[in-house]
């Protein structure tokens, strides 16, 4: 069972999408999972001569025939979350753990609205430092919570130790 873990060691902007987009085109994986934050910045993926920008996504999703995971520790924000599914075409592959914090238009206003958050700190304004506030506070809404994601559900660390167990890669 060969696992490769692709992790950024500061802000953002170090090219994770990139090596990742490739690696799973190279080395052919059962399963793509993503972990971290939720939305920010995101990643720009050249495929097919086709210029994709993927926020929530895992951006492995080149590679077709990889189950694409969204782990309990990531953030989402549904109307995102939703248009990249249709736009990549990724009903049948991807998974979103069902303890997923949900980053709503509250949050956002919170996060945009702070002079603090927006220039001292230099947020990117997608809502999710006011939604881990409430994640720490074990008051954030969670992805199960959310009807239009019902078909995406799934418990992730439960179908990644089925696939190590089934000597998937």
């Not at 950024?8 to 085109?25: A, N, P, R, T």
């Not at 309990?72 to 990549?88: C, F, R, S, W």
Request: a positive charge; proline letters at 4%.
């Amino acid at each position: 069972m060969m696992v490769v873990v692709i992790v950024g060691g500061q802000w953002g902007d170090e090219g994770k999408g990139k090596i990742v987009s490739y690696l799973c085109l190279h080395d052919k994986p059962d399963i793509i999972a993503r972990a971290g934050v939720g939305p920010n910045a995101g990643h720009t993926v050249t495929y097919k001569g086709k210029k994709y920008g993927v926020r929530l996504a895992p951006s492995g999703f080149v590679y077709e025939k990889a189950r694409l995971l969204i782990g309990a520790g990531v953030l989402i924000n549904p109307e995102v979350l939703l248009k990249e599914i249709e736009e990549l075409g990724l009903e049948k592959r991807i998974g979103v753990d069902y303890r997923c914090g949900v980053i709503e238009e509250k949050h956002i206003k919170e996060d945009t609205s702070s002079v603090h958050l927006s220039r001292r700190i230099g947020s990117t304004g997608t809502g999710c430092g006011p939604a881990n506030m409430e994640r720490a506070k074990r008051t954030l809404k969670l992805a199960k919570e959310i009807k239009e994601l019902e078909p995406y559900l799934t418990d992730v660390p439960l179908e990644i130790n089925q696939s190590i167990s089934q000597g998937k890669k």
